[in-house]
Every structure is written in structure tokens, then in C-alpha cells.
């Protein structure tokens, strides 16, 4: 078992492209959150979901940012029209249920806005 | 005022010293998480716990949910425990983690 990957695990934008983040949980395992961790500050919740599904996107900003969870393949974390303020570190994880279950995390993505 | 608070920010230990990180919240819960994240590293979770208390080789998690307060402790610390160790509780889904600002620790050989 691998574990929960995410690729890549740095990337470089300029402002104004797109950022594409990829998480594939661990096998098994059908719920995936993301988090992004901004520099100096601490882990904040963005979504969380369920295979094809949304289930709570609370923590998601409400313009550029998009999460799809499709039926086969990773979990994509999209932002639109990258801004300097969006550089941080983004991390997956995933579990087998909700609940008081474990989460096992990623390795992270370091996003950098030029 | 923030949900959690961690103490302390920072802490610098020698070598062998027990370690001992505070975790102290405001909502309620069902379960508190503790993870271990070094520089430019992945997370990695070392605990959840719901009640009392639980080990795993030198490490050693408490809990009193009365009290919503969680310390993680670390005996015979080494430099490889370099890290910052962070407290996330949560009310019982996974997702809704609130996490602390993490308390970074030094451990010189």
C-alpha cells in the first residue's frame, strides 16, 4: 500500500495560469479532504469528498478554486487564475470511513506563485 | 481567540530530555488527532485518541476530554524528533479537523 500520493510535489506558476493538484488516496479508501497550509499559519480545512461527490466545500474559496473526486483516478484540486496569494501547501488525505477513523496524509504539494 | 491553542511555539531540548507539548481547546469533541510534520515534509498522524491515553514506542499521548486538553509526550527525545508536532481535534468527522498553529521542536545532539 502505498500510502496517499500527491503530485507534483512542487510547482512553479506564474500568475494568472492554472494549478492542477492531484491526490490519489490510499486503496481502499473513498474520502478525501484537502488542506492548505499558508505560510506561517496553520492547517486549514477546504473540502471534502466522497467519490463523485462534494460533500462539504465550506473550506473552499468561492471563486477560482475546484475539487473533483471522479470514479476512476485521483482527486484534482483545480485553481483558476493563480495569485501570489495562493502560494502555500496543499495536502490530501483520505480514510476508509468518516468518523472516528484514522486520516493518512500526503506529502503535500508546495504551490509558488511568480 | 482561536479554538486551539498549543504550547509551547517553540522548544529547544538536548538530546535524552523528556518532552512534554500541551494542546488546549474550546469545542466540543469526539476525538483529538496528533501530527508530526518536519520541514518542507509530509504530515504524518502519530495519534488519535478519544479517552486516556496511548503509546507508541517513546511516544506517549494523553487526553482528558473533560478538561479539553491533550499532551503528547516524548521520552529519550533525539535529534530525529526535530519536527513540528501538531494538535487537531475534531467532532466527530474526519473532515471537520481544527487544527493548532503546531509547537516546534529542537533537539540537539
Known amino acids: 500500500n502505498a500510502g496517499v500520493m500527491q503530485n507534483p510535489r512542487h510547482l512553479v506558476r506564474r500568475r494568472g495560469q492554472e494549478a492542477r493538484l492531484r491526490c490519489s488516496p490510499m486503496?481502499?479508501?473513498?474520502?478525501v479532504y484537502w488542506y492548505r497550509q499558508l505560510p506561517e499559519e496553520g492547517l486549514k480545512f477546504m473540502v471534502y469528498l466522497q467519490k463523485e461527490n462534494i460533500i462539504d466545500e465550506s473550506g473552499m474559496p468561492k471563486e477560482r478554486f475546484s475539487a473533483e473526486f471522479p470514479k476512476e483516478g485521483p482527486s484534482i484540486l483545480r485553481i483558476q487564475q493563480v495569485v501570489r496569494g495562493d502560494s502555500a501547501a496543499y495536502f490530501c488525505?483520505?480514510?476508509?470511513?468518516?468518523?472516528?477513523?484514522?486520516?493518512?496524509f500526503g506529502q503535500g504539494t508546495r504551490l509558488t506563485v511568480v | 481567540k482561536n479554538e486551539v491553542e498549543q504550547s509551547p511555539q517553540n522548544l529547544t531540548a538536548q538530546e535524552g530530555e523528556f518532552i512534554t507539548i500541551n494542546c488546549s481547546y474550546s469545542?466540543?469533541?469526539?476525538?483529538l488527532h496528533w501530527l508530526q510534520q518536519h520541514p518542507g515534509g509530509g504530515i504524518v498522524s502519530l495519534f488519535m485518541?478519544?479517552?486516556g491515553k496511548k503509546k507508541h514506542g517513546r511516544l506517549i499521548a494523553t487526553i482528558n476530554i473533560q478538561e479539553k486538553h491533550s499532551s503528547l509526550h516524548i521520552t529519550a527525545s533525539h535529534p530525529r524528533d526535530s519536527a513540528v508536532y501538531i494538535c487537531a481535534p475534531h467532532g466527530g468527522s474526519n473532515y471537520k479537523l481544527t487544527f493548532g498553529k503546531g509547537t516546534l521542536l529542537t533537539v540537539n545532539p
Open positions: 488525505a483520505s480514510s476508509q470511513h468518516t468518523g472516528n477513523t484514522e486520516a493518512f
Open positions: 469545542v466540543g469533541i469526539s476525538a
Open positions: 485518541l478519544s479517552s
Open positions: 486503496k481502499g479508501h473513498s474520502h
